[in-house]
Nanobody, 122 residues
Framework: VQLQASGGGSVQAGGSLRLSCRTS????????MGWFRQAPGKEREFLVA????????YYGDSVKGRFTVSRDKAKNTVDLQMNDLKYEDTAIYYC????????????????WGQGTQVTVSS
C-alpha cells in the first residue's frame, strides 16, 4: 500500500490544521493507520492510531484532547484534526500502516508516507 500525506503548513500558536493521508491499495479491517511526527534532532514520536475496520483509536499522551483522528473508508483516507497547536508541535508528520491493528510501536508499521511539514509559530 502507498500512502501520501498532505495538509501541512504554517500556523500561529492556538490555530488548527487538518492533515490527510490518502492510501492506495487495499486496507483490511485488521489493519491500522497511525500518525507519527519527527521534530529536528528528535526521535519519531507516536501520536495516534486507528483501526481501519472498527475505527478504534488510541492516542499518545502528547496530543490527547487536542488532536482527533478519523478515517473515511469510502475515500481510503485517514485525517488528523489538530487543534490548539503549540510551538512544540512543529515537526514533519507521517502517516503509516500497520498490519497489527493498533500499535504505538514504530517498528509495527511497514508502510510510510513521505511526510508533511507542520510549522507552528509562537
Amino acid at each position: 500500500v502507498q500512502l501520501q500525506a498532505s495538509g501541512g503548513g504554517s500556523v500561529q500558536a492556538g490555530g488548527s490544521l487538518r492533515l490527510s493521508c490518502r492510501t492506495s491499495g487495499r486496507l483490511f479491517s485488521s489493519h491500522g493507520m497511525g500518525w507519527f511526527r519527527q521534530a529536528p534532532g528528535k526521535e519519531r514520536e507516536f501520536l495516534v492510531a486507528i483501526r481501519w475496520g472498527a475505527g478504534t483509536t488510541y492516542y499518545g499522551d502528547s496530543v490527547k484532547g487536542r488532536f482527533t483522528v478519523s478515517r473515511d473508508k469510502a475515500k481510503n483516507t485517514v485525517d488528523l484534526q489538530m487543534n490548539d497547536l503549540k510551538y512544540e508541535d512543529t515537526a514533519i508528520y507521517y502517516c503509516a500502516r500497520t498490519r497489527e491493528g493498533i500499535s504505538s510501536r514504530r517498528s509495527a508499521y511497514d508502510s510510510w508516507g513521505q511526510g508533511t511539514q507542520v510549522t507552528v509559530s509562537s
